[in-house]
């Protein structure tokens, strides 16, 4: 079977079973970015070495030791389906993962993902060249949404009026609107405006890239870039606190909004977090009532 033909079934097979639409597209950008690394070699007949040689790779090139643990899970599945239809005999990335990843996991308690300052954040964003890049960072630190339901906005996403961007949605969302200050907006009008010369005329997309949509690959790098430049990212560092990935924007976020004294439950509908408590899914809060104590609290970059 052709490799095109083997992930497309992968996938398939994925959504077959009931995987969420981002999942599957996640599965499939991981499982290609690993028979990637393995250049012309079939995936069936690979060696222990070989994973654990990917395992360094990925590693080499900055993803963290969570991180790391998520890639080879989706291995996992991969090779299971491999498994299933007779294509392997065996699972290999059990012994591997055994050996390598089991310490990553318990390395990782107590750890937490870095937690930057403002000034460090308006540093980050001073470290980014072009306009695209500026708006999509600050974007990320002023609504603390994850990387995917960034990628996924939309032009018509946005009420201007508003200045609040309705989000897809997702499984582990539930408020969907997510709001953006006058720094924001300015820098989004600017980008809108570069966009006309890059975009063909029927891309949707609110970011995007050379070949249409921006994917989460080049968000991932982008930032990394500029994090390294800024000096708040070392690649060589083991412990999470000297990384600096996408998901330390939405732990600015909320921890920046918690400082400044936003209430408790605001912070949690803002981030779209699941409501746990009967009362709180009983508990609707008003959304003027959340747009002026967000515009209220959230911090000022001075970009």
Same mark, same amino acid.
């Not at 996924?152 to 996403?157: F, G, I, P, Y």
């Not at 600017?190 to 080049?218: C, N, V, Y």
């Not at 430049?229 to 918690?258: I, N, V, Y």
């Given at each position: 079977?052709?490799?095109?033909?083997?992930?497309?079934?992968?996938?398939?097979?994925?959504?077959?079973?009931?995987?969420?639409?981002?999942?599957?597209?996640?599965?499939?950008?991981?499982?290609?970015?690993?028979?990637?690394?393995?250049?012309?070699?079939?995936?069936?007949?690979?060696?222990?070495?070989?994973?654990?040689?990917?395992?360094?790779?990925?590693?080499?090139?900055?993803?963290?030791?969570?991180?790391?643990?998520?890639?080879?899970?989706?291995?996992?599945?991969?090779?299971?389906?491999?498994?299933?239809?007779?294509?392997?005999?065996?699972?290999?990335?059990?012994?591997?993962? /055994?050996?390598?990843?089991?310490?990553?996991?318990?390395?990782?308690?107590?750890?937490?993902?870095?937690?930057?300052?403002?000034?460090?954040?308006? #540093?980050?964003?001073?470290?980014?060249?072009?306009?695209?890049?500026?708006?999509?960072?600050?974007?990320?630190? /002023?609504?603390?949404?994850?990387?995917?339901?960034?990628?996924?906005?939309?032009?018509?996403?946005?009420?201007?009026?508003?200045?609040?961007?309705?989000?897809?949605?997702?499984?582990?969302?539930?408020? @969907?609107?997510?709001?953006?200050?006058?720094?924001?907006?300015?820098?989004? #009008? #600017?980008?809108?405006?570069?966009?006309?010369? @890059?975009?063909?005329?029927?891309?949707?997309?609110?970011?995007?890239?050379?070949?249409?949509?921006?994917?989460?690959?080049?968000?991932?790098?982008?930032?990394?870039?500029?994090?390294?430049?800024?000096?708040?990212?070392?690649?060589?560092?083991?412990?999470?606190?000297?990384?600096?990935?996408?998901?330390?924007? #939405?732990?600015?976020?909320?921890?920046?909004?918690?400082?400044?004294?936003?209430?408790?439950?605001?912070?949690?509908?803002?981030?779209?977090?699941?409501?746990?408590?009967?009362?709180?899914?009983?508990?609707?809060?008003?959304?003027?009532?959340?747009?002026?104590?967000?515009?209220?609290?959230?911090?000022?970059?001075?970009?």
């Amino acid at each position: 079977m052709a490799m095109e033909e083997l992930i497309k079934s992968f996938l398939q097979d994925c959504q077959d079973r009931g995987m969420s639409k981002e999942t599957v597209e996640t599965y499939g950008w991981d499982v290609q970015d690993y028979l990637k690394f393995l250049s012309e070699k079939d995936p069936c007949k690979i060696e222990r070495s070989d994973l654990k040689g990917y395992l360094d790779h990925l590693i080499a090139r900055g993803v963290g030791k969570k991180t790391a643990v998520i890639y080879f899970a989706v291995l996992h599945t991969f090779y299971d389906y491999l498994l299933y239809e007779g294509l392997v005999q065996v699972n290999p990335i059990d012994p591997v993962r /055994k050996r390598y990843l089991s310490c990553y996991k318990l390395d990782s308690h107590g750890h937490t993902h870095q937690i930057i300052s403002v000034e460090d954040a308006a #540093r980050l964003v001073a470290a980014l060249i072009d306009i695209r890049d500026k708006a999509l960072v600050v974007l990320l630190f /002023k609504t603390g949404v994850r990387r995917r339901e960034l990628i996924a906005m939309d032009l018509s996403d946005i009420n201007w009026k508003l200045q609040a961007i309705t989000l897809k949605p997702t499984a582990k969302r539930t408020n @969907r609107v997510v709001f953006f200050d006058d720094e924001a907006a300015t820098l989004l #009008r #600017r980008w809108i405006q570069a966009r006309e010369m @890059r975009a063909k005329s029927d891309e949707t997309a609110l970011f995007i890239g050379p070949k249409g949509r921006l994917g989460r690959g080049g968000v991932h790098k982008m930032i990394v870039k500029a994090a390294i430049r800024a000096g708040l990212h070392d690649p060589g560092a083991k412990d999470m606190e000297s990384h600096f990935s996408t998901h330390c924007t #939405r732990h600015f976020f909320t921890t920046h909004l918690r400082r400044a004294g936003m209430p408790r439950e605001f912070i949690q509908e803002l981030r779209g977090d699941v409501r746990k408590d009967a009362i709180d899914i009983y508990d609707h809060i008003d959304k003027k009532e959340l747009r002026e104590s967000y515009l209220a609290h959230i911090p000022q970059l001075g970009v």
